[in-house]
């Protein structure tokens, strides 16, 4: 069973407003990921981090950022919602072997 | 043309069926993996491979490296195996901390 959480679970949320969705595991794991899917679409990698201190952008372009600061904790920021960000973000976790998926965070943004 | 493409995008088939999805892709891999989306979005690794081919349950995944192909097979199958099933590779090229490349999915509805 993997230990990997995001919250919240769904939002909706005005034009303009600054978000921040949470993911957190507690495996340890140096290496962390941010995977974007719009409805209907497949995933892409927009943000990952190889351990604390270390961020770094995706395949996908994307507005928002990242830290990592603590090894277990690895939010995501939007510094002003648009419609365009509407989708499903998922957060990953990887011992180099498998990847462990937290549930989503289902964002929308009207 | 996506890197990893799935076949079929959509299947559905009766319980009991043998079930073969298959993913090809375009570049050079470490790894492939097989992941299960339910609906609500939560995704669950199925198999990760390097080569040859794995069995878990009803599950069998085999990978052809040689001709850049690899299949997911359900025997026996039931309603609850409903769900998006998404191939993945970690290319070679490295970077991205082995984030992962996906296909589409393939939709798959398994009927009583």
């Known amino acids: 069973e993997a230990d990997i959480y995001q919250t919240p679970r769904y939002l909706v949320i005005g034009t303009g407003k600054k978000i921040t969705l949470e993911c957190s595991q507690t495996m340890g794991h140096d290496k962390m990921y941010w995977y974007q899917q719009d409805p209907g679409m497949e995933l892409h990698l927009i943000h990952y981090?190889?351990?604390?201190?270390?961020?770094e952008k995706g395949d996908l372009s994307s507005e928002s950022t990242v830290s990592r600061i603590r090894t277990e904790h690895f939010p995501l920021t939007l510094e002003s919602a648009r419609p365009s960000h509407t989708s499903q973000y998922l957060c990953a976790s990887s011992n180099s072997y498998e990847q462990y998926f937290g549930p989503g965070t289902r964002l929308t943004v009207t | 043309k996506n890197e990893v493409e799935q076949s079929p995008q959509n299947l559905t088939a009766q319980e009991g069926e043998f079930i073969t999805i298959n993913c090809s892709y375009s570049v050079g891999i470490s790894a492939l993996h097989w992941l299960q989306q339910h609906p609500g979005g939560g995704i669950v690794s199925l198999f990760m491979?390097?080569?040859g081919k794995k069995k878990h349950g009803r599950l069998i995944a085999t990978i052809n490296i040689q001709e850049k192909h690899s299949s997911l097979h359900i025997t026996a199958s039931h309603p609850r195996d409903s769900a998006v099933y998404i191939c993945a590779v970690r290319r070679l090229s490295g970077g991205g901390a082995d984030g992962l490349t996906f296909g589409k999915g393939t939709h798959l509805i398994i009927q009583p």
């Open positions: 981090s190889y351990g604390v201190n270390s961020t």
């Open positions: 491979l390097s080569s």
